[in-house]
T-cell receptor
């Protein structure tokens, strides 16, 4: 089946630093990639949608200057959390989709900002 | 936007019991997936089922698209079935749209 690899799986960093999370589709070309955030005991909330070579579309309430998304190729998307603060601590999950095929999810990244 | 409601929110079972999880959605969809999120956060894709019925071992799912609901059946539950089950849908007639998740059903199976 389709595999999405997400790195790192866990990151701890100091407040004010920037953190980059990578999402790779290993065996398919992800024409669209999605980024979700999940707080403890809650559901997954969509942050943004990105199509290869285009600017990402952000959901209402998500700061595009804080959460920078790049989708430069059909197999790689990155999420950079800039000037991270403790309230940005969360579980971030990416997913990729080829056309109208099912979405395939990475294993997530636990981000802790001290 | 589309609303996705899952019930029950919590379910406690003895090992060996059967259960039915329900997902109602408020608009026409062209994609519906059921996931199991394990304690490490990994989302395990159980079914891609925008309509019809599918079975995979002890699990089966049915989606009645015209009535806007889907059911996930778990038979002979095991402790390893514990975790959160999510239903997620994508709107019809909008190619490339993201899955929208329900709030999940937290299942606890005890031995």
């Amino acid at each position: 089946g389709a595999v999405v690899s997400q790195h790192p799986s866990w990151v701890i960093c100091k407040s004010g630093t920037s953190v980059k999370i990578e999402c790779r589709s290993l065996d398919f070309q992800a024409t669209t990639m999605f980024w979700y955030r999940q707080f403890p005991k809650q559901s997954l909330m969509l942050m943004a949608t990105s199509n290869e070579g285009s600017k990402a579309t952000y959901e209402q309430g998500v700061e595009k200057d804080k959460f920078l998304i790049n989708h430069a190729s059909l197999t790689l998307s990155t999420l950079t959390v800039t000037s991270a603060h403790p309230e940005d601590s969360s579980f971030y999950i990416c997913s990729g989709r080829a056309g109208d095929q099912p979405q395939h999810f990475g294993d997530g990244t636990r981000l802790s900002i001290l | 936007g589309i609303q996705v409601e899952q019930s029950p929110p919590d379910l406690i079972l003895q090992e060996g019991a059967n259960s039915t999880l329900r997902c109602n959605f408020s608009d026409s969809v062209n994609n519906l997936q059921w996931f199991h999120q394990n304690p490490w956060g990994q989302l395990i894709n159980l079914f891609y089922i925008p309509s019809g019925t599918k079975q995979n071992g002890r699990l089966s799912a049915t989606t009645v698209a015209t009535e806007r609901y889907s059911l996930l059946y778990i038979s002979s539950s095991q402790t390893t079935d514990s975790g959160v089950y999510f239903c997620a849908v994508a709107l019809a007639n909008q190619a490339g749209t993201a899955l929208i998740f329900g709030k999940g059903t937290t299942l606890s199976v005890s031995s």
